[in-house]
């Protein structure tokens, strides 16, 4: 064995990501539901991720949708319509059937002695941009209120941000909570948050190229987390693990906790490091990276267009 070789074994470590169950354990639950969240805890998920809208009667709910009508039983944008007397008795539309969850019961349910003692679990809030603004202040009203008596909470909560008004109010409203920037384009995250936020989640397309490969050494530089998503192809979980993100977000726990976890775990050496590495044929395809470039051309668009960044 060479010197330069045992240098190498001797610095050798792997970056084990985050598993974060999207909605919760998705893939086997109705999405954004208490059962999800469970479940996925049960499967030994890292972290959780959900989504937050406000109803008519300032409840805030767990909905990805603006509208009620993929995931439940009900019709209409959730924020024409009452928590109290309406969404309270749907379901999910996806079996089997879930009442519709308040973040409050999301809380509740973290904020379990058995559940918040589990050592690094948090929950990323995501916080769509076409919310109104308002759901800020009820949200902080609320987190205000659990802090008196679980002040563990701010260091499981995550609350995720996608434009510049958010951040700016959430910044106000949240200093003792990470600030989590979600978005669709590199452009923006670097231009905008990479500097004011503790982490920042993008979608895979958008970290593909050069370009984001070098953005992730950059927020690491600072000290500072990457988060990717949707990732459900055992392929592309183990791209994310060479690329050494802090956080993978998917549907299927179970899949992702032996891919991006268990299997890495059992790397114990630079020289199997290298063969995991040299048999990384994810993005191999010239029309896989196409479409990826294409895609994420299309989201940085659109994240100009919709979101003005």
């Known amino acids: 064995m060479t010197e330069s070789t045992i240098d190498k074994e001797s610095s050798f470590k792997i970056h084990i990501p985050d598993v974060i169950a999207h909605r919760g354990f998705s893939a086997k639950n109705p999405e954004n539901t208490i059962v999800s969240y469970k479940n996925a805890l049960k499967a030994g998920t890292t972290a959780l991720e959900g989504d937050i809208r406000l109803s008519k009667d300032n409840e805030i709910i767990m909905m990805h949708d603006l509208t009620l009508d993929r995931t439940s039983t009900g019709t209409g944008a959730v924020h024409d319509q009452m928590w109290h007397g309406y969404i309270d008795n749907l379901t999910t539309k996806t079996s089997p ?8 019961d999301v809380v509740n349910l973290l904020t379990q002695p058995k559940i918040s003692s589990t050592c690094g679990l ?4 995501d916080i769509k941009y076409d919310n109104p603004i308002e759901i800020l202040d ?6 205000n209120n659990y802090l008196k ?8 909560l995550i609350i995720g941000i996608w434009s510049l008004d958010f951040l700016k109010k959430a910044k106000t409203l949240f200093p003792q909570f990470k600030l989590c920037f979600i978005g669709l ?6 231009t905008h948050f990479i500097n004011t936020v503790d982490c920042l989640s993008l ?10 490969q070098s953005f992730i050494k950059e927020v690491h530089e600072q000290n500072k987390k990457v988060f990717t998503w949707t990732i459900n192809d055992p392929g592309q979980m183990k791209t994310c693990v060479i690329w050494k993100v802090d956080g993978v977000i998917g549907d299927d726990v179970t899949i992702l906790l ?12 630079y020289n199997d490091y290298q063969v995991f590495v040299n048999t990384d044929f994810f993005l191999v395809s010239k029309r896989r990276r196409l479409y990826y470039f294409i895609l994420a051309k299309i989201m940085q668009f659109f994240s100009w267009k919709k979101i003005g960044i």
Do not use: C, H, W
């Open 122 to 125: 948090y929950m990323i809030v």
């Open 185 to 190: 384009s590199l452009s923006a995250a670097r």
């Open 97 to 104: 059937p879930q009442p519709i969850p308040r973040f409050n």
């Open 138 to 143: 009820v949200l902080a009203d609320l987190l």
């Open 258 to 269: 032996e891919n991006t976890q268990n299997i890495p775990k059992s790397i114990i050496s």
């Open 203 to 212: 979608p895979f397309a958008a970290l593909v190229n050069a370009d984001g």
């Open 149 to 156: 008596t679980y002040p563990q909470l701010a260091d499981m």
